[in-house]
């Protein structure tokens, strides 16, 4: 894919939002990119906070607000929709996973096809790619450090990670696989104090990681 000119969608959460960074107008990932490759436009539709699946109550609250929701209020004049989610889902501990079979927007799994399908049906023949949760520090447990086994919702990380590979795979999306293949493992202190200095948000040098990957395979799209 030549990115030259193009104007890309980046739907996300706090990462894509810019927490983390030193200055979320030119350090996130998406930015970056969109200097290195003097892209038309970078679009942030990051927003802290937010998950993939729905919540049982939704508010006017922007935390409220999940992918889907926002999904429809996105420019639909983009060359490219690129979708970084799904820490969240796992980290507040109260979003079940489902199972492939689900299309309940209020799991994890169903939330994914609803946001696949829409994209799908209205960036037409456009790249949409998907990029998986990172690592973080806690992978077994919720934001409060709470162990989570107690919660029968709970599900580990790599399970979220497992459930937008399947999903993806399911709709022939391409998926850009951060958690196995970025560098940044929130187990090891010496990377998070680089990387990931808080366990969750990557640091200006985790966005050129970012990055890095990112350019690369949109550019092999």
Known sequence: MELKGKKINFLGDSITEGHGTSDWGTKPFHQL???????????????????????PVVTDHP???????RAVDMEHDADAVVVFGGTNDFGHGTIPLGDMDSRDVHTF?????????F??????????????????????MDHNNRVKDGNKKARPLVDFVRA???????????VLDLYRDCAMYGQNWAWCEKYMPDGLHPSDAGHELIANKLQKFLENF
């Open 33 to 55: 990119l969109r200097v290195r490759c003097d892209l038309a436009e970078a679009r942030n539709y990051g927003k802290g906070g937010t998950k993939i699946a729905r919540l």
């Open 164 to 174: 937008v590979r399947e999903v993806c795979e399911f709709y022939g999306i391409p």
């Open 109 to 117: 799994y169903g939330g994914l096809h609803t946001l696949c399908t």
């Open 63 to 69: 935390f409220d607000q999940d992918f889907n929701l």
């Open 119 to 140: 994209l799908i049906n209205t960036y037409k023949d456009k790249p949409i790619i998907f990029m998986t949760p990172l690592h973080r520090l806690n992978e077994v």
